[in-house]
């Protein structure tokens, strides 16, 4: 069965992970900027990484008969620093006409700071003067719930953003229904450690159904597998749910969301 991996950083995976999605059915790649592990201390560091995931992953992926788009952003842990955050966001508008450019993110809250707030609102206001998609990561906290409240009141103050032009990540049984309840889209992350197990995932599915959600592995440099969301399937049909109710999970909703991008073609 042919699925989307909605947001995996594949700058920190290895050429067998792309050879591996892509036997497991994987079509298609996206790609949200993110933390590269430390803290960058210069806007030419994100200048090349912003190069890194426009121009050359896409090529790396292309080896394996995948598509591969990206987002762009300075994540949230980085953003404490708002002078090298508002040198970082200069940068983009010049990125934003690559090929395989969706949008902004992945943007948000990392410690719920002041200074995340502002850089959070910033980026939302880049986005709405490109009419760019919106990708938001919400903390890894007990106080996900009050990053999250936050996240959406930020969204919900500027009159330009539509919620179904953002996916709201990271979602968990304790926001999940914050995010839905006011249009937004939910991703539900796959990590053997945190975030989100496939059965905790399954579980929300069958509890709240299927509209305007998606799943993804956000495989990184920590603790994760690129290959979730296809062992999530697996757990599905497990649990005997219909080829309809799975490919429609892990395929046609994301598709659905990103072909709002102009860039977003299979």
Request: charged share 25%.
């Amino acid at each position: 069965m042919n699925y989307i991996e909605p947001h995996g950083h594949m700058v920190s995976r290895t050429t067998d992970d792309y050879e591996r999605m892509a036997l497991a059915g994987c079509v298609a790649i996206c790609e949200p900027a993110f933390w590269a592990g430390f803290d960058r201390n210069s806007a030419q560091g994100f200048y090349d990484y912003f190069r890194q995931i426009t121009d050359y992953e896409p090529k790396r992926a292309a080896r394996f008969g995948l598509k591969h788009f990206s987002w762009l952003c300075i994540n949230p842990k980085e953003a404490e620093d708002v002078k090298l955050a508002d040198d970082v966001m200069a940068l983009i508008p010049e990125f934003l006409n690559k090929p395989n450019v969706l949008g902004i993110g992945e943007i948000g809250l990392n410690k719920n700071s002041r200074n995340e707030l502002l850089i959070l609102e910033k980026h939302i206001q880049l986005a709405a003067d490109h009419d760019q998609l919106i990708l938001v990561h919400t903390p890894h906290l007990e106080d996900k719930r009050k990053g999250t409240r936050l996240i959406l009141d930020a969204l919900k103050n500027h009159s330009k953003i539509k919620p179904e032009r953002v996916i709201i990540d990271h979602v968990e049984e304790h926001t999940i229904d914050l995010v839905l309840d006011q249009g937004f889209w939910a991703g539900m992350t796959l990590y053997p450690e945190s975030k989100c197990t496939p059965n905790r995932a399954i579980d929300m599915l069958e509890t709240l159904g299927t509209e305007r959600l998606w799943l993804n592995s956000a495989c990184d440099w920590g603790v994760s597998d690129p290959m979730a969301v296809p062992k999530c399937a697996l757990e599905m049909k497990r649990r005997e749910h219909s080829a309809e109710f799975i490919e429609k999970v892990i395929y046609h909703n994301p598709a659905k969301f990103l072909a709002q991008a102009k860039n977003f073609q299979l």
